[in-house]
């Protein structure tokens, strides 16, 4: 039989940096983790560089390719596919200063060979090798593909556990193994020497199974190291190799956190002058020179003032002193007892330090860190590749910087660029914007602190230097667009490689993403002409309405949701749908720049922009950074840098025309994955359909540069009734054969299947929800873990998004409603329970992450405590949402289309019976936002400025910020018009809402008026309406030609600060009729001597005794009394609101049916308040056992017969859930309230502020750990 895959013998060879003279040494583990942990960490304390392991430990989950690792090191492994486990690992020590290159001249999970290439190109070859024993079923397999390697290194080392017996190295044993005298031939016909011990037993049992071979004119020799010693069954074997060919380690980081920000400053204002200012008419060499010196002032100045990181041996975060020392003690003493006691102390040393991580973990992004421990996958060197171009194989890593150049940053198709002249004829005419500061702090300042290109200047140093730097960057940036002209600097990108998840072979270089990191400052141009472009894009309809990615207000589900409603539709009239789905292989890299110009060109954008991308596309550099080492300078002729900001909405732009061939309304596309819809009465039809359809989509392909990949081209038929895949047509067209295949399509993450019920769709994401769920849970207990809060914040913020992935697609709520045969309308059942189920399994593992309770705890209790609602209601709250987010959407995305369309037919009674169709017909008549309405580079003043300019608080309180307004509003010239304005909600049933304004001159009233709103607006929409209402009748009046300014009142903060701009939110019209006043205000007729003045807005704390505030609430509460407008229409604040509500009602509704008696007799209320969750896990640990009445309490363990359990408190009466309110010792009945117990206890145990103080009171008496001790144990 094979040893276990568990069982660990391992060998390790390291070269001691500092000593030329003497170099690596190997050693042998034996079975357990710890002895591996062990071997890694001794070594790292003793400079070993290279380690050879043999029977490596390796995770039950062999998909995940995990084992041990260390910080210090990088690992090599036989085999990138662990369907079998791999028998060798070989680690050597991160920046060695020596090229190391992997060969596999044999694939075998029992070799590995490591190439060590000099500097002046001499190879030496590891060859880690495990030979099973002869008695195994795949024994002496390693041996025998060694005598089958035709071409053996002629410089190596080969070492390993070769389990053979032979008197060459061991003269006592009494007969020699089966291969063992051929592998003496062998080796001597190789020229290969013994240099480990002759004799010396490197195993338990006295046998010598683990040897070292060296070849070629170098010095080496293996002795045993037993302060190497790691409670193995194996002895440490170390080999020392003479090796005086290190070349120079690459430059550290820069680290960020130890910058001197006034020595930067100060440094860079130096630099600043050096630099030439730019000509007010810049030539191109002007503006590459400007770029380069701002580029080298800004490095230069980060450089002298912050460090490097330090070369120092990494150790494991868990190695501590206590490790240490228990080393020690057994290399002196080297007992039984040591070597328990050292194993001892590994093990404890991990579980103490990830248990402290775990509960002391404060920031959330270490939470989020946390949650992903279960999705972590084993990170190896890049293997030998298979270049597909030349059909050779890359062993070196120049060869595979070239590989990877070759196969994923060359455009491969047979069709040649074009001139950037060819001459075209623009289908329009856009107009691009000037650049504005505002602009340029936008995409720069807040984009977020990206990966930095080869500058290595991050955006924080950035925004330390932005005001020392801003009037050039501005120079710059215009000079660039107003030329046409990207600098060459910013063209120079760091190309980092990335293996692409889950691929079954990383020998193939399309199993890699190539990510472009590009200077900070250059993105920040990248982006700033993105934004435009994407706005531009949409204003003028360049692109197709379904062709969606890079643009404002648009997502995949989108694009997945208005697949479905057409799917649905086309099913509802008895046709039958295809789907085809397509995807652009190699994308961003196959754009050609010459096509690129010449569609923009096509599509009407402006001369100098398109300059500026056939300057940003042609002679880019890249150096490729492959296993921790950047390759040199290399151009590119083609393609689009994958992590520019600007590079998605080019691509669109380059791809635009597919979209518009065939039928426009059946083709959709996110970025390079595309979908084509086909609907007749035969599913044949369909696919002649398709077929036309992919032979136009080809040859437009060959004509443009553009490849798409047959492997990722599926196929899926939507029809009603039951047929067999036998039965069902394919695509058969040129070098593309599309099949239909069993099970759901996947696209832009929805798994569509053939009857649209979505079931393995939701499977598939409650399954992976669930992983996360239980690995989140399993961070924390009763007493210890991640705070509640965090968790919550994670499961909501994070994993539960994740798992209702695409619900605005999919979700049909539990029933629908249809009209009988009789005309009366019946509830349907959308058959769901079967979703419901899986979504709720999962909500509930994570409130059982979250809250520190019993696994048996009540599950009414358990969405209440946690804050969570169940899978149904949360569903429609997210559809219901999505469906109200239709009214702010432009009049050309796919969804207001089909929401549009809805709408008329509804009038008809033509609707078809679809999920969109039904949110849609259930929304009330909506105000519609237009969010293109204003472009988003207009110059706006900043929240700030606003806050100033209508004196907002800004820090005072409100007694003081009405002490203020009241002398200020007594400096306001009496010839000035005053408007008070406000808005109001009754608190009634209906919730109507009303406004209200009072006008005042010369200190007397002259208009006073109401309003109604009906119940579909907030206070906000009010504020804002009564504020517009007022000035437009000031307007009216005779006596405005006397005012200088008119004076508006309001005491909503955020109404004042959004008057006086554009707004994309609710009451958009309102916002926009008081821009028209205001203009209409510096226009109107008034005396001579009086100037146009202004409509002025300031803010007014409300409620504080300001005569006019009170006046205009007062006009606004009698206006919530008014009858309602006829056909008001409703808000988008309103709107978002009662969905929220109904959402809320429907979650207290269920509370009230399902809450257990012990919480009613508590008084406790359903509740959205979060606090509780934020004490100390223990602490609420008690609190809810307390509620619960299910925790360490007699009834419990005389329920369950817990002999051992303590049933008794230390006062000597019975635990009880209220016990601690009435224990003497305790005596919180003294403690914390003076009210009797019938009102006490649930005041402490269901209003906040009495949780607090109970909470606060357990943790300074340590009630459950001193008085009343709190057994767990029992349980």
Avoid at 307 to 331: E, F, G, M, T
């Amino acid at each position: 039989m094979p040893p276990s895959p568990t069982r660990e013998r391992k060998e390790i060879k390291i070269r001691t940096p500092d000593n030329p003279e003497d170099i690596p040494r190997k050693q042998k583990l034996c079975k357990g983790g710890i002895s591996y942990d062990l071997v890694l960490n001794l070594a790292n304390m003793d400079q070993i560089d290279i380690i050879t392991i043999q029977e490596p430990y390796i995770y039950k989950d062999t998909s995940r390719k995990i084992t041990k690792t260390h910080p210090s090191y990088e690992i090599f492994t036989p085999l990138d596919d662990w369907k079998e486990n791999p028998r060798v690992l070989t680690y050597i020590r991160k920046e060695i200063g020596i090229q190391i290159n992997q060969i596999r001249p044999i694939i075998s999970r029992d070799l590995i060979f490591i190439q060590l290439i000099s500097t002046n190109n001499t190879i030496f070859t590891i060859i880690n090798i495990y030979n099973a024993p002869t008695q195994c079923t795949d024994g002496n397999q390693a041996i025998k593909a060694l005598f089958e390697l035709q071409n053996f290194p002629n410089n190596a080392i080969l070492l390993g556990d070769f389990n053979l017996h032979h008197p060459n190295w061991n003269p006592l044993h009494p007969s020699p193994s089966t291969l063992a005298e051929p592998f003496v031939e062998w080796s001597n016909s190789r020229h290969l020497h013994l240099i480990s011990p002759i004799g010396t037993p490197t195993h338990s049992k006295g046998n010598v199974l683990d040897l070292t071979f060296l070849l070629g004119p170098y010095t080496a020799y293996t002795a045993l190291a037993e302060q190497l010693e790691c409670t193995s069954d194996h002895s440490t074997l170390k080999t020392y190799l003479h090796w005086n060919y290190r070349s120079q380690k690459p430059a550290k980081k820069l680290k960020l956190n130890t910058l001197n920000e006034t020595l930067f400053k100060d440094l860079l204002e130096t630099n600043l002058t050096n630099i030439a200012a730019i000509p007010r008419t810049p030539s191109l060499r002007d503006l590459d020179q400007a770029a380069s010196s701002l580029t080298q002032a800004l490095t230069k100045a980060y450089t002298g003032s912050a460090r490097r990181s330090i070369n120092k041996p990494l150790q494991q975060p868990w190695w501590n002193k206590d490790c240490i020392k228990a080393v020690y003690k057994h290399r002196i003493t080297n007992t039984p007892t040591s070597k328990r006691s050292l194993r001892k102390t590994v093990r404890k040393a991990k579980h103490t330090f990830y248990i402290t991580k775990v509960d002391k973990v404060e920031d959330i992004n270490d939470v989020y860190r946390m949650t992903k421990w279960h999705q972590s996958t084993g990170i190896y060197r890049t293997p030998p590749l298979a270049d597909l171009s030349k059909q050779t194989i890359a062993n070196t890593i120049e060869e595979k910087r070239e590989t990877f150049a070759n196969n994923l940053l060359t455009n491969l198709a047979e069709i040649d660029d074009i001139p950037f002249d060819t001459p075209t004829t623009p289908s329009r005419s856009i107009t691009f914007p000037d650049i504005a500061i505002q602009d340029i702090e936008l995409a720069i300042l807040k984009a977020g602190n990206t990966a930095p290109g080869a500058d290595e200047i991050p955006t924080k140093i950035l925004q330390v230097a932005w005001l020392q730097i801003k009037e050039v960057t501005l120079s710059l940036f215009k000079g660039c667009l107003h030329l046409g002209h990207h600098p060459k600097c910013f063209r120079l990108a760091t190309i980092v490689i990335i293996p692409k998840p889950n691929k079954p072979d990383y020998t193939n270089p399309r199993s890699y993403r190539p990510i472009a990191l590009l200077s900070v400052l250059g993105k920040g141009l990248e982006r700033l002409i993105a934004k435009k472009v994407s706005w531009l894009a949409l204003n003028y309809q360049v692109l197709a309405n379904q062709q969606l990615g890079a643009l404002p207000l648009r997502s995949s589900v989108d694009l997945t949701t208005c697949v479905t409603h057409d799917i649905e539709a086309s099913l509802k009239q008895g046709l039958k749908t295809t789907l085809l789905t397509m995807d652009v292989k190699g994308a961003f890299d196959a754009v050609l720049p010459g096509r690129l110009v010449n569609r923009l060109r096509e599509q009407g954008w402006p001369n100098n922009l398109v300059r500026w991308v056939q300057s940003f596309a042609t002679n880019r550099s890249i150096k490729i950074r492959l296993d921790g080492e950047t390759g040199p300078e290399t151009k590119l002729e083609c393609g689009l840098p994958q992590g520019s900001p600007i590079s998605p909405i080019l691509f669109m732009l380059y791809i635009a025309l597919l979209f518009w061939m065939g039928k426009p309304q059946s083709r959709f596309g996110y970025a390079d994955d595309i979908a084509i819809l086909a609907t007749s009465n035969s599913l044949q039809t369909n696919c002649d359909s398709l077929k036309m359809d992919i032979q136009e989509t080809l040859e437009w392909g060959k004509t443009e540069g553009i490849t798409f990949d047959p492997k990722k081209s599926e196929l899926i038929h939507f029809y009603k009734g039951h047929r067999t895949l036998t039965d069902t047509p394919a695509i058969h067209t040129g070098s593309m054969n599309i099949e239909v295949k069993p099970g759901p399509l996947k696209w832009l993450g929805v798994h569509f299947d053939r009857k649209l019920c979505f079931k393995p769709h939701v499977q598939i994401l409650a399954a992976k929800a669930l992983k996360g769920a239980n690995a989140l849970r399993s961070l924390s207990n009763t007493h210890r873990g991640i705070p509640p809060y965090l968790t919550r914040k994670v499961a909501e913020a994070c994993i539960l998004k994740k798992c209702y992935f695409a619900s605005e697609t999919w979700w049909p709520s539990r029933t629908r409603t249809k009209k009988n045969a009789l005309n009366n309308p019946i509830s349907i059942s959308n058959v769901v329970d079967s979703h419901l189920s899986l979504l709720n399994k999962v909500v509930i593992i994570y409130t059982r992450a979250i809250l520190p309770v019993y696994k048996t705890t009540n599950t009414a209790v358990l969405y209440e405590e946690a804050k969570l609602r169940p899978s149904e209601i949360e569903l429609n709250l997210i559809s219901q949402l999505y469906a109200a987010r239709t009214t702010r959407l432009d009049l050309y995305h796919p969804l207001r289309i089909r929401a549009e369309n809805i709408t008329k037919a509804r009038e008809y009674n033509r609707t078809p019976d679809t999920r969109f169709t039904r949110l849609i017909t259930a929304l009330p008549e909506t105000e519609h936002i237009n969010p293109l309405a204003f472009p988003p580079w207009e110059i706006r003043e900043s929240r700030a400025e606003a806050e100033a300019r209508i004196n907002g608080p800004m820090g005072r309180t409100k007694a003081q910020a009405a002490e203020d307004f009241k002398a200020f509003h007594a400096k306001i010239p009496r010839s000035d018009i005053q408007i008070f304005s406000d808005g109001s909600k009754s608190e009634s049933k209906d919730g109507a809402t009303g406004g209200g304004f009072v006008i005042s001159q010369f200190d007397i009233q002259i208009a006073h008026h109401s309003f109604s709103l009906g119940t579909n607006a907030e206070v906000f929409d009010a504020e804002a309406t009564a504020a517009v209402a007022g000035a437009a009748k000031a307007l009216t009046l005779a006596s405005t030609k006397l005012a200088t300014d008119l004076w508006i009142f309001l005491d909503n903060h955020e109404a004042a600060l959004r008057l006086g701009s554009h707004f994309n939110g609710s009451s958009q019209r309102v916002f926009e009729d008081f821009l028209k006043l205001t203009q209409a205000w510096a226009v109107r007729p008034r005396l001579p001597h009086t100037s146009p003045g202004k409509i002025r807005v300031r803010w007014v704390p409300g409620h504080l005794d300001i005569p006019g505030n009170e006046i205009a609430d007062k006009a606004a509460k009698e206006g919530t009394k008014l009858p309602f407008p006829l056909n008001p229409i409703c808000m988008l604040a309103s709107l978002k609101r009662m969905i929220r509500t109904r959402a809320n009602k429907a979650d207290e509704q269920l509370w009230n049916t399902v809450s257990p008696q012990y919480y009613k007799d508590l008084q406790f209320n359903h509740t959205s308040n979060t606090d509780t969750l934020s004490l100390k896990r223990a602490t609420l640990h008690y609190i809810l056992a307390i509620r619960l009445q299910y925790g360490d309490f007699a009834v419990y363990h005389e329920r369950f017969n817990h002999t051992i359990a303590h049933v008794h408190c230390s006062c000597g009466k019975r635990k009880t859930p209220l016990h601690f309110f009435f224990c003497k010792k305790g005596k919180a009945f003294k403690a914390l309230t003076k009210s009797p117990p019938s009102e006490a206890i649930p005041w402490l145990l269901s209003n906040p502020t009495g949780i607090a103080k109970l909470a606060e009171w357990l943790e300074y008496t340590k009630f459950y750990t001193k008085i009343c001790p709190w057994h767990t144990g029992a349980r």
